[in-house]
């Protein structure tokens, strides 16, 4: 027997899933954001520049397609840098250019709860603006979704601030001087990442390390005055619209992109990987892209299934689409399944969910079966129906029986939905 590939997952049942994309998306249209579909398949200089050379994602983590024409193909590890080389590559004009969208990302990473090598993203992203104003919104919205639409309250919201460019440049000169002072007491991961990015120590996850940087320079604290400004709206306005967070200047995000604001929304209930949704603003990414200019930008991004682990202990709370009454046809004989396939087929038409049972089973055993799956209507077909151009309709739920003209059948039932 061949078994799934190692890291990936069957998702049997839809329904939780379907929910948190559907209402991601009825909540983002309300936003006015627009739906766009980028491809799987993206060049594999497209993340080496954006993410860096360093982080883990394009060290180890990538899954390498092929090469053509001396292109080295990946499937995306993440969906920013894919956005924002649509937006440059279409020359899109839109100020802001709001967009989401939801599919499948792939990470070649040790699987593990709620880490997959292939899951699934909401990627949300406001393109050419430099408003804090939009970070302060993109917060928030996501922060009512999770809290309000998703009925959640185990969460908490990280923040940190990192500066422009400017700062970070700055930044990493105080940093490197309270690295030496403790180096001796470094893991080796933190010791290379002290050299060659070094701002990725406080991604470690060494607990001796994050002891020890519990007493680092905070980089909040040593940004430029517009900045400071910045940073101080941010909380500001966060807590004016009741959207608490917790300061963590430890928090940098993985990905070499982000400047200015950093964000995750984390829980414990998600075991070691506590954050499902993450993002900040990266205006420099663009040029990293090969643009001539900056273009200020912002987003996120959550997983679904790590939103469903989260979800899957309180589905009693959630609301979900009431699901249309199904109809099963039973045929009594094979004589009656030609006039079973045509009765569905007209109640197929009018947007009747319509069942056929075709396996030849006892009538018994359809009826049975029937009231298993749910049916709201069982429709008996027999040789006596089949003469008389009848059906016999049996409630399911107060075992009433009608007969009814096959002519009238569809009028019929929908009079009862």
Not at 24 to 51: C, D, G, M, V
Not at 140 to 152: C, H, N, W, Y
Not at 218 to 238: D, G, K, P, R, Y
Not at 308 to 329: D, K
Request: net charge negative.
């Amino acid at each position: 027997m061949i078994s799934r590939i190692k890291g990936t997952h069957d998702l049997l049942d839809v329904k939780l899933f379907n929910l948190i994309v559907d209402q991601a998306k009825h909540l983002l249209q309300n936003y006015h954001f627009s739906e766009i579909i980028t491809p799987i398949l993206e060049p594999i200089e497209l993340y080496k520049r954006s993410l860096g050379l360093e982080t883990d994602i394009v060290s180890k983590e990538m899954f390498i397609v092929s090469s053509e024409n001396e292109e080295t193909i990946c499937l995306r590890p993440e969906a920013t840098a894919a956005t924002m080389r649509a937006f440059l590559e279409h020359s899109i004009q839109s100020n802001p250019w709001k967009v989401f969208s939801c599919g499948p990302l792939f990470r070649h990473e040790r699987p593990q709860k709620g880490r997959y090598r292939q899951f699934n993203q909401v990627n949300i992203e406001i393109i050419n603006s430099s408003a804090i104003a939009h970070d302060i919104q993109l917060i928030t919205m996501l922060e009512r979704f999770f809290g309000q639409i998703l009925k959640r309250d185990s969460f908490a919201l990280a923040l940190n601030f990192l500066g422009c460019y400017n700062d970070r440049q700055s930044f990493k000169g105080i940093l490197q001087n309270f690295l030496i002072s403790i180096q001796d007491q470094l893991c080796s991961q933190c010791l290379i990442r002290k050299e060659k990015n070094i701002m990725r120590v406080f991604d470690c996850k060494n607990q001796t390390c994050q002891a020890l940087y519990a007493q680092a320079p905070q980089i909040a604290q040593h940004v430029c005055a517009s900045c400071a400004l910045e940073w101080q709206q941010l909380q500001e306005q966060l807590s004016l619209l009741s959207v608490s967070f917790n300061y963590k200047p430890q928090l940098v995000r993985g990905l070499d992109y982000y400047d200015k604001t950093v964000f995750e929304f984390i829980s414990d209930n998600l075991g070691a990987q506590t954050a499902f949704c993450g993002g900040g603003r990266y205006d420099a990414l663009p040029q990293q892209l090969g643009s001539d200019q900056q273009v200020p930008s912002v987003g996120a991004a959550f997983g679904v299934e790590r939103l469903m682990l989260l979800l899957e202990p309180h589905l009693n709370q959630l609301t979900f689409p009431v699901q249309p009454a199904l109809h099963v046809i039973i045929p009594f004989t094979q004589e009656q399944q030609r006039l079973a396939l045509l009765l569905a087929d007209e109640m197929h038409a009018a947007n009747l969910c319509t069942d056929v049972f075709v396996e030849g089973d006892s009538v018994k055993s359809m009826l049975r079966k029937a009231n298993k799956m749910g049916a709201r209507f069982a429709l008996l077909l027999g040789p006596d129906e089949h003469t008389a151009r009848e059906v016999m309709v049996k409630d399911m739920v107060d075992g009433t029986q009608e007969t009814i003209h096959q002519a009238d059948l569809v009028m019929f039932l929908k009079s009862k939905n």
